[in-house]
């Protein structure tokens, strides 16, 4: 079956910092990947959408160069929260998709960071 | 602007009674219709998921949703609740051809003894 493993679980960084997240695809390969944020009380903000061979389109309130992510093959995708303060908190969720699944995200358990 | 809203933020029910989530959704075009389940510090699971088809689909652990054109609905159902269906209930959709899921902003679903 298709499986999605993130790491860390959880993760606590210093206000300021920067913290780095995996997503791994296992049984399946990982055309799109999408990175959502769910912060505290809310639901699940998309951050970014990574289809392979396709630029990383970021949705509003979201920038490159707040959330880099990379994307180099069918089985792996990371990304990284830079400079974190309060309001990144939360818990970061992948989904994974192929072109078979038509639309269907396979999501991760996710990663919860913490900023102090 | 595709959106999914889920108008009750919690829902309460006795074990064993029948259960209806709502989801209403505004789309333009043939959507893709899901339900995830995010049980206590936990991501998200798949339940079930709508394809243009049979409107009724079927998921797992017994629950299936009805997708209805007319009413912009996709209503999540369950015949039987038990205690170990507490967790928060998320409907998404997402337009055909495309990977962009916009999710509801859940219901949590508390089941009583």
């Known amino acids: 079956g298709a499986l999605v493993y993130q790491y860390p679980r959880r993760t606590i960084c210093k206000s300021g910092t920067s913290m780095r997240m995996e997503c791994q695809a296992v049984g399946f390969q990982a055309t799109s990947v999408a990175w959502y944020r769910q912060s505290p009380q809310k639901t699940f903000e998309l951050i970014a959408l990574?289809?392979?061979?396709?630029?990383?389109?970021?949705e509003q309130n979201f920038t490159q160069e707040k959330f880099p992510i990379s994307h180099p093959n069918l089985s792996f995708s990371s990304m990284t929260v830079l400079n974190a303060y309060l309001e990144d908190r939360g818990l970061y969720l992948c989904?994974?998709?192929?072109?078979?699944?038509?639309?269907?995200?396979?999501f991760g358990a996710g990663t919860r960071l913490s900023v102090l | 602007a595709q959106s999914v809203t889920q108008p009750d933020a919690r829902v309460t029910v006795s074990e064993g009674a029948s259960l209806q989530l709502r989801c209403k959704y505004s789309?333009?075009?043939?959507?893709?219709l899901f339900w995830y389940v995010q049980y206590p510090r936990q991501g998200l699971q798949l339940l079930l998921k709508y394809y243009p088809g049979d409107p009724v689909v079927q998921g797992v652990n017994g629950f299936e949703a009805e997708f209805s054109k007319s009413n912009s609905s996709f209503h999540l159902r369950k015949a039987s609740v038990h205690w170990s269906d507490w967790a928060v209930y998320f409907c998404a959709v997402s337009r055909t051809n495309a990977y962009k899921v916009i999710f509801g902003k859940g219901t949590h679903l508390h089941v009583l003894p």
């Open positions: 989904g994974a998709t192929d072109w078979g699944s038509q639309n269907t995200l396979y």
């Open positions: 789309y333009f075009g043939t959507p893709y």
């Open positions: 990574s289809t392979v061979n396709s630029a990383i389109k970021y």
